[in-house]
């Protein structure tokens, strides 16, 4: 098995499915790589329910956002878990146990910065090959504290247990204090449209190890690792009115936004141009460059949307604006998502 | 791979470990087996580190107690992450979806009511393979929601991959207010030991499973999916002076209360004679139903020590108490746990 960040599962049915939740014979008897991850969501979430819990605290964001919010005694707790498993979103023969700590600590992180919130502790639950050396667990232990570090984040808890694959399962946990969580659904018609972070370069450094490559090492490494610049998404946080953390690619996450909020995200590749080195990597791998910007989601970019009238915070770029009507637009098209849709991956 | 709930890992290097965490260049050039599941953890948590997050919260409990507490603005939130996986901890052949997934949300309730806390949220890191059929998978999450619902607790979040096994880890988040946690420090000399719920069930089903055999029923249910009285346990908060939940095995985890407290726990059988259906089973399979009880951990009992002068609640009953000294004794002797120390489970 290769590893994917897209494509890995059939999306023909997902559509369809959505419409017809739990009803149809022929989807529950079939396979989830038939069914598809977002078709899967949606029956999950239907079975799960969402009612309040009967005690304890009150759930304000479930399913659905980058991260649930739940209000403990007024302490707002966002709470966002993201699991990674090995050859299907890492090798180890192409990742160092530090580079899969990183990265795990990272998908999480940037999940609950993406809702406003000041991340504060994590828990792993972690699956071994009985096999495994011991100083590859103890790196991506250091991976994990080296990213956590970045903000002041304690591992607090965590599992280990067997497993024929090296399995991690992180869940983040960020306080709001009194705050609003900065959600999915607040993006405004006249809105700016905005990304932080890089694009692309996790999924070409992919395209060049699937290839059989090591280099150019600045993109391979952006798939080892994402590099999130978390003070400027939290700098955002006062003033976007939606924010989505990018792990499914730019108009996939651009889609749930405009769905969320009932707009529609018109993005310009104007301002989203592949910098050198993905074009050097899209000439010599004859792929183009513009795909990983618009689909690739493991660099862990934020995408926000502003009201026209403020300045965007440094670290910010535009990249379109917000318009009545539905989805997303590429330079004014509908853009034709090859399976982004319906993979199987963090 | 046989499912195991114990000596899936050698322990004979376990205690030397401990001595000398990370100093140890065969240590770390060994593997995680060779380890084993205690000596990993210790050297964990040692690169993870206690430090306090910078922002958000405060940690009132880390790594070594059933679940963290972490204090947001004077909410004190308990965090327990479980994971469970195929072939490891179940087998497809033997337990139902709905199986799995009750089994997974009660191990996680289980270590927040033993910490003295209202179970309130869970989220839920799935690994499926793209084979496994749609059914299944809801199986499973109308078995989580069963088990939650007993508590009125919601699941708020999750995460969905693919995965060569079906894998799920859960997160349970409960509520203690402004209440003090009840850890596995607090037993005092002259205390009760005293546990609540079914004891060597579970083991007794895994040793009937793996023979081959189906029957009895009740004891192969007992593995597939444990019975624990939540509110007996959440009765006995106000007035127990340590609690833990037994997933380790009652010998093995009265240990970890012995350690924390500083004490000795005394055990006697007479008070945990085998149920006339662990004696039919012993009897049948020529196994010990006395061990299944002593190191049997997938029931998901609960442990706690009382002052002597209250009354034990409704659903308790006392087998030991606490004396000055260390560790744990069965009957006045200390008892040899067969690898109890170094499994790799939940």
Redo the contacts between chains.
């Keep these: 098995?290769q590893p994917?960040t897209r494509g890995?599962?059939s999306s023909a049915s997902t559509h369809q499915v959505r419409g017809s939740a739990?009803k149809d014979r022929a989807?529950?008897?079939?396979?989830?790589?038939?069914?598809g991850?977002f078709g899967?969501?949606d029956?999950?979430t239907g079975?799960?329910?969402?009612?309040?819990?009967?005690?304890?605290?009150s759930?304000l964001?479930?399913?659905g956002d980058d991260?649930?919010v739940?209000d403990?005694?007024?302490?707002r707790?966002v709470?966002?878990?993201?699991?990674?498993?090995e050859?299907?979103?890492f090798k180890r023969s192409w990742s160092s146990g530090e580079d899969v700590g990183v990265r795990a600590a990272a998908a999480n992180l940037a999940d609950i910065v993406a809702m406003g919130?000041?991340?504060?502790?994590l828990?792993?639950?972690?699956?071994?090959?009985?096999?495994?050396?011991?100083?590859w667990?103890?790196e991506l232990?250091?991976g994990?504290?080296h990213e956590a570090d970045r903000?002041?984040?304690?591992?607090?808890?965590?599992?280990?247990?067997?497993?024929?694959?090296v399995?991690l399962?992180v869940?983040a946990?960020?306080?709001l204090?009194g705050d609003e969580p900065v959600r999915r659904s607040g993006a405004q018609v006249g809105d700016v449209v905005a990304v932080c972070g890089r694009l692309g370069w996790a999924a070409a450094g992919l395209a060049v190890l699937m290839r059989g490559f090591r280099s150019p090492r600045a993109v391979v490494d952006a798939h080892r690792r994402p590099a999130i610049d978390y003070d400027a998404v939290m700098t955002a946080r006062d003033i976007a009115t939606s924010m989505c953390d990018v792990s499914d690619g730019l108009v996939s996450d651009a889609g749930h936004v405009a769905h969320a909020s009932g707009v529609r995200l018109a993005l310009s590749t104007d301002e989203l141009s592949p910098e050198q080195a993905l074009l050097d990597v899209g000439a010599a791998l004859g792929d183009d460059p513009r795909s990983w910007i618009l689909t690739g989601g493991d660099d862990h970019a934020v995408l926000a949307t502003f009201p026209p009238q403020v300045s965007l915070p440094p670290g910010w770029r535009a990249v379109g604006i917000v318009e009545a009507g539905a989805g997303v637009t590429v330079d004014g098209r509908e853009y034709a998502l090859p399976g982004g849709h319906a993979h199987?991956?963090?």
Excluded: N, Y
Aim: glycine letters at 12%.
């Design positions: 098995m994917k890995a599962t739990g989807v529950l008897e079939g396979t989830v790589a038939e069914l991850e899967l969501i029956l999950l079975v799960l329910g969402t009612a309040q819990p009967s005690a304890g605290g759930v964001v479930g399913p991260s649930a739940v403990f005694d007024g302490a707790i709470i966002s878990t993201d699991a990674m498993v050859d299907v979103h919130a000041t991340p504060t502790v828990v792993v639950a972690l699956g071994v090959p009985p096999d495994l050396q011991v100083e667990v103890l232990a250091r994990l504290r903000l002041g984040v304690r591992v607090v808890g965590g599992d280990v247990v067997q497993s024929p694959v399995s399962a869940t946990l960020g306080a204090g199987f991956s963090a």
